[in-house]
């Protein structure tokens, strides 16, 4: 069985600092991994994507995450924050199921950033 | 423009009330998906098809109701039976190979 866990409900920095958002996965198959960004009353949009090809994945706005096994880790960082950097994220975790892909999403993390 | 259309974007339902939440995407995608999405909570699964005139149960399927008659087109109802159906609703779509889910805009439904 596959579940997501992201540490911290919300994080908070300021603006230009680094931005880690933290993603725990459990999953019995090497697993495909995501992270979503979600702005205020709209749907989510993919950030980036793991398929077991490089474990530093580089994805939109700066943002990218690294697939570390032995930790069952999948954190995502920015250098530097900027401020429409502000949102939701989620991390996700999906295996094969059948022949299909049905994704598992964490709670979601707030980022909120200060002047 | 390619893409996933939800509507309404606000919709209010009556006690009783059965209501139906829209949901057409033009991107030629197989695989439709709709999550409830509550404060805290994360997205959870209420129902998937990966076919035409086929879908499966998720996580929270109690009270909701779906058809897929065609690829382009995931109607959600929530039934009466769902006794707390205040939530925000994402539909989304992908296809299998890639695994990536597109995701529209989602609906906000409210008890009166």
């Known amino acids: 069985a596959q579940s997501v866990t992201q540490l911290g409900s919300h994080v908070s920095v300021s603006e230009g600092a680094l931005v880690l958002l933290r993603c725990n996965y459990s999953?019995?198959?090497?697993?495909?991994l995501f992270w979503y960004v979600q702005y205020p009353n709209q749907g989510l949009q993919l950030l980036l994507k793991y398929t077991s090809a490089a474990t530093l994945v580089k994805g939109i706005n700066g943002f990218e995450a690294e697939f570390k096994k032995s930790e069952t880790s999948f954190h995502l960082t920015k250098p530097s924050a900027h401020m429409s950097d502000a949102a939701e994220y989620f991390c996700?975790?999906?295996?094969?199921?059948?022949?299909?892909?049905?994704?598992?999403f964490g709670r979601g993390t707030s980022l909120i950033v200060h002047p | 423009d390619g893409g996933i259309t939800q509507s309404p974007k606000y919709l209010f339902r009556k006690e009783g009330q059965n209501v139906t939440l829209s949901c057409e995407q033009n991107?030629?995608?197989?695989?439709m998906y709709w999550y409830r999405q509550d404060p805290g909570q994360g997205l959870r699964l209420i129902y998937y098809s990966h076919i035409v005139n086929d879908f499966q149960k998720g996580d929270i399927a109690e009270g909701y109701s779906v058809s897929r008659e065609k690829k382009e087109s995931f109607p959600l109802t929530v039934t009466s039976a769902q006794k707390n159906p205040t939530a925000f609703y994402l539909c989304?779509?992908?296809?299998?190979?890639?695994?990536?889910?597109?995701f529209g805009a989602g609906t906000r439904l409210s008890v009166l």
């Open positions: 996700a975790v999906s295996e094969p199921a059948g022949g299909s892909y049905i994704p598992t």
């Open positions: 999953s019995s198959v090497p697993p495909y």
């Open positions: 989304a779509s992908g296809t299998l190979a890639k695994n990536i889910q597109y």
């Open positions: 991107l030629n995608h197989d695989a």
